[in-house]
């Protein structure tokens, strides 16, 4: 990391845990989400003409790294996807891409959602849920022809070990899919103003620090993986992401229409708005300071 570059002083793994499964102040956004069926998939999306951040555009980047991924790659499609969440991803690749997926995430409450959709929809085979540390993956080495992570380097403690552990796990000749919120160097660098919203954001999402694009594409080559293509996806992910919170943002100003909305959202979810809109109020910051990045990465293990 940069001499600059900072990290989130409170992070914890527990911090992690406690945000994705439904305990905490910062769990409260995913509360909400839960509540009105939304929360099956929990990536930023990637936006073509037309709504973003719906189901369908969160779809289209598990879709957009799932294609370029399995393109000429090793059949059957045996794939490990770490950081699975809720399982949304998992159960996209297995239904489109016939994909047997084995996904692993630190949070326990994950794990029990995705597991109760298999049984909810008698998905006997194919789909495999089980708790586990990005960093130290419990697999052997080789294991996987496969491997997708999307968005959940961001929560490591350290990005070069787990890119390491994939590095390890990934079999000679195999693949692996990453989509990374980043951060831009230049901005963080040059300005305070940016610098103190990378900072509110890490704090907002739990997040103990995130690296560049050029930091990620660094720490993929020492694992041992050769690059196949790298695609700064900033226009259309986050840029498109943050008009929709800048506009959520700009009719909250009204204090009659925020209460009203508070008052809706507790009743329909049970959430707090306004702790999650603490949250939203640091992303929208930080995109807007221009600070973050997105980045979609390919790559290949070389075959020794």
Request: charged share 25%; proline share 5%.
């Amino acid at each position: 990391m940069a001499d600059w570059q900072i990290r989130n002083p409170s992070w914890t793994r527990g911090a992690v845990i406690a945000h994705f499964g439904d305990e905490g102040p910062h769990a409260e956004f995913y509360r909400m989400l839960h509540a009105v069926n939304r929360d099956l998939f929990l990536n930023s999306g990637y936006s073509r003409a037309g709504r973003h951040w719906s189901r369908k555009s969160q779809m289209r980047l598990v879709n957009r790294l799932l294609a370029r991924l399995a393109r000429k790659g090793p059949r059957p499609i045996r794939l490990l996807d770490v950081g699975c969440g809720r399982g949304g991803p998992a159960f996209l690749a297995h239904d489109r891409w016939e994909a047997d997926v084995v996904g692993i995430d630190i949070c326990p409450y994950n794990i029990e959602r995705a597991i109760q959709r298999t049984r909810q929809e008698s998905i006997p085979q194919g789909l495999h849920f089980r708790q586990g540390d990005g960093t130290n993956l419990p697999f052997p080495e080789n294991e996987f022809p496969y491997i997708m992570s999307i968005e959940s380097a961001a929560y490591m403690p350290e990005k070069g070990d787990f890119l390491a552990e994939v590095g390890r796990v990934l079999s000679p000749g195999g693949r692996f899919a990453m989509a990374a919120i980043s951060m831009d160097e230049d901005a963080a660098g040059n300005s305070r103003y940016a610098l103190d919203c990378l900072g509110r954001f890490l704090a907002a999402w739990d997040m103990p620090y995130i690296e560049s694009l050029a930091g990620y594409s660094d720490l993929i080559r020492k694992a041992g993986l050769e690059s196949l293509r790298e695609e700064d996806a900033t226009r259309r992910t986050l840029i498109p992401h943050g008009k929709r919170l800048h506009r959520l943002v700009r009719l909250w100003e009204t204090r009659a229409f925020y209460r009203a909305s508070a008052w809706y959202v507790k009743r329909r979810t049970g959430a707090n708005l306004d702790l999650i809109r603490e949250q939203i109020e640091a992303t929208c910051e930080a995109i807007e300071s221009g600070v973050l990045r997105y980045g979609l990465f390919w790559a290949e293990k070389v075959e020794a």
